[in-house]
Nanobody, 117 residues
């Protein structure tokens, strides 16, 4: 019904940058909320940043000022620009989409981000 495909993860040194992309396909709308979560080994999945259909954004405190979420509705794609990366940002990053009316949640397969010190 909804497919999310992430790309852009990788290995980067502390202080470096990465840009994650997530392309959505299927039964989707530009009004759907989209965002990024992450999960480090042994930890719970946590919100990184979300963006609503109207462009309102929200970030976890630890990434504010370092990360920027954006979306291109024409391409059904959401991006996460991550700068000044820290080793504690190391995790699998998951793309997330929530249907506006049903509130159904969808997840991508995840992309690994590793930040070396």
């Amino acid at each position: 019904q909804v497919q999310l495909v992430e790309s852009g993860g990788g290995l980067v040194q502390a202080g470096g940058s990465l840009r994650l992309s997530c392309a959505a396909s299927g039964s989707i709308s530009s009004l759907n909320g989209m965002g990024w979560y992450r999960q480090a080994p042994g930890k719970q999945r946590e919100l990184v940043a979300i963006i609503t259909g109207t462009g309102t954004t929200n970030y976890r405190d630890s990434v504010k000022g370092r990360c920027t979420i954006s979306r291109d509705n024409a391409k059904n794609t959401v991006y996460l620009q991550m700068n000044s990366l820290k080793p504690e940002d190391t995790a699998v990053y998951y793309c997330w989409l929530q249907k506006t009316w049903s509130r159904d949640n969808y997840w991508g397969q995840g992309t690994q981000v590793t930040v070396s010190s």
